[in-house]
């Protein structure tokens, strides 16, 4: 891989021992896949954040790092373990938090924006069209690459953090054109009412690693943020293609080797395939983190009705939606709790609670795996529903 004069003297430690490991990093990557150069980044999405995911090792690994390193670009982080505000009322202990306090301490000092959240695209860190980023979370990863036009690989934390503190990252991957052709066409018969996130759960699973073209899709863009999030949990790929029913949006079809229909009866037995129980000690919605307009909408919904009883609730957001809509949130509050900063995956639910229930396509892969939880799968206005009389 060619590297400049300055980037060479990055490697050869002349800028300090954090900024020769991060350009080690970025450049080991980068020889891996075959780069041959290294480019600029826009912004960066750091992944790893909560204590519960990276653990002691973790916490040595940052504040290893952040002796010395700042980063060079934009950089918001994914949820932490818990709300920064509100962690004792989560059931959260002081261990954890204190814990969870280093991590916040050290991306901090090596100027991270304290934005914890996995829709930083939604929290002011929006990529244009065009431009390269180094995103982890692989929500946003695919949301930046199919509905921004942005051009991200879905990066592990410490690359991430790494093509931050250098400020670029190796062109491999979907950094290049060619990359981003889709290879399997997808034919998306009808989505029912809230089956959104298991057309993306099913789209996932039939993708595999190729990066689909999905005809007939004609989702809001709170829409395709669950959708996309539930095709990167059971794929390994970070983008989609699609055209809506008008099919004038331009889509190359030249590589698609494969074509697949899927009816709605597909994603209707999906979800009675991932409906688990119907009794929870948890219902949990916002994954990912709930936009302004999605916090709104279920206030609106719920505003004229009263508490169910029976199941804790936490409404995920970022801090940026809290803030953008006091009066909803309040209404909100009155159900369950509006919780900033984390999620019910990356939280330590596992301590607290057994059955949780969700709308997201993403909840139901990782809450077995992540949260041990036994996970229901149901569309929000049936949560609402069951939260409320
Ligand atoms: Fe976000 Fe947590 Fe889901 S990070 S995408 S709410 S698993």
Redesign the pocket.
Known sequence: MHLTREEERVLDGEEGEARRKAMEIVVALGEIYGAKRLIPIASAQVSGASFKTIGDAGIKFLEDFSSGAKVRVRTTV??LGLDLKRWESMGVDEQFFSKQARIVGAYESMGLEPIYT?TPYLSGNRPRRGQHLAWA?S?ATVFANSVLGAMTNREGGPSALAAAIIGKTAEYGLHLKENRAPKVKITLEGIPDGLVPLAGYVVGKIAGNRIPLIENLDLSLDHHKSFG?AMAATSAVSMYVYRNRGGHEKADASQVEECVSVPASELRDCAEGLKGEDRWDLVAI????CSPAELRGMAKKLKDRKPAGGSEVWF?TSRHAYAACPKEVGILHKFGKVICDT????APIEEMYKTTASD?G??MV?LPTLGKQRASFRPTSALLEAISR
Request: proline share 11%; charged share 10%.
């Open positions: 994914n949820p996995c979370e929500s999030a916002g994954c990912p983190h995920c999620c019910m995956v990356v997201s993403k909840a990782y």
